[in-house]
């Protein structure tokens, strides 16, 4: 992916986010990018604890594309995805993930939130216990106060 088209989808994921902080929900998002770079296959906000935006898209996106086909897709996300977000991306086949601010990150702007609690364990590091090479591109410097604008006064009010 071109550092343009990883702005315009991490730009889009945001906007995701915010919706799902509109309904209540916290303020994360993913997308699902085809292996041309451009086309959005599918979006997804956060929806609880639980399930996290990058999971719930990634187990989607097994059960609707064949494994091979999503070894070329890309799973672009606002935030670091954490263990078990990265091990469904994992298991799903979804050969790139893009991120654009890490988990430290989100730990400052959550502390010891008890609804996220956030793991020190880099997708990185997850990734490399594993016998795939996904490719990992995050944070994105660039974009990263954008990505932390939604969760701004979030996690205090709840």
Same mark, same amino acid.
């Given at each position: ?9 991490? #730009? #889009? ?11 209540? #929900? ?8 085809? +292996? ?44 670091? +995805? ?56 995050? +944070? ?17 009010? #709840?």
């Amino acid at each position: 992916m071109t550092p343009e088209q990883i702005a315009r989808h991490l #730009r #889009r994921a945001n906007g995701v986010a915010r919706r799902a902080a509109a309904m209540g #929900r916290h303020p994360f998002g993913a997308l699902l990018v085809a +292996p041309d770079g451009d086309t959005v296959l599918a979006e997804q906000g956060n929806i609880d604890t639980v399930h996290h935006a990058e999971a719930t898209l990634a187990r989607t996106a097994s059960l609707n594309y064949p494994a091979d086909y999503l070894w070329g897709c890309t799973l672009v996300t606002t935030f670091e +995805p954490c263990a078990m977000c990265t091990g469904t991306v994992y298991w799903a086949n979804i050969g790139r993930i893009v991120y654009g601010a890490s988990e430290e990150a989100l730990l400052a702007l959550t502390g010891n939130h008890e609804e996220n609690p956030t793991l020190s364990l880099p997708c990185r590091e997850v990734i490399a216990r594993g016998q795939k090479a996904i490719e990992v591109i995050g +944070p994105v410097a660039a974009l990263e106060a954008e990505m932390v604008a939604p969760h701004q006064g979030f996690w205090a009010q #709840r």
